[in-house]
Nanobody, 118 residues
Framework: QAQLMESGGGSVQAGGSLILSCSVSGDVASYDDMGWFRQVLGDGREEVAILSISSGVTTYADPVKGRFTISHNRLQNTLYLQMNALKPDDTDMYYC???????????WGQGTQVTVSS
């Protein structure tokens, strides 16, 4: 099973940028879908950006389209989330996740906090 560890969170003013990184180790080659999620009220997590490693197809949640970019460095086994034009509503705990395919559950990182002040 893969292990995921996020970094790059922090505090920034509205309009600023952050880059989140997710280092993936373990059974990396078997994971095709990777993504970033953020916490919602209660125990839920919502998709922010998803990347299919094999196809390169990306999907984004409507609130972040045009502002966030997901990317993957295969040689470094690292997933990134470039976050631009940040808004206070983007304040949240962000999680990196990976799964073998849609038929498998997500494996999660521990999360990294992003705080955007107005």
């Amino acid at each position: 099973q893969a292990q995921l560890m996020e970094s790059g969170g922090g505090s920034v003013q509205a309009g600023g940028s952050l880059i989140l990184s997710c280092s993936v180790s373990g059974d990396v080659a078997s994971y095709d879908d990777m993504g970033w999620f953020r916490q919602v009220l209660g125990d839920g997590r919502e998709e922010v950006a998803i990347l299919s490693i094999s196809s390169g197809v990306t999907t984004y949640a409507d609130p972040v389209k045009g502002r966030f970019t997901i990317s993957h460095n295969r040689l470094q086994n690292t997933l990134y989330l470039q976050m631009n034009a940040l808004k206070p509503d983007d304040t949240d705990m962000y999680y990196c996740a990976a799964r073998r395919s849609r038929d498998y559950p997500w494996t999660w990182g521990q999360g990294t906090q992003v705080t955007v002040s107005s």
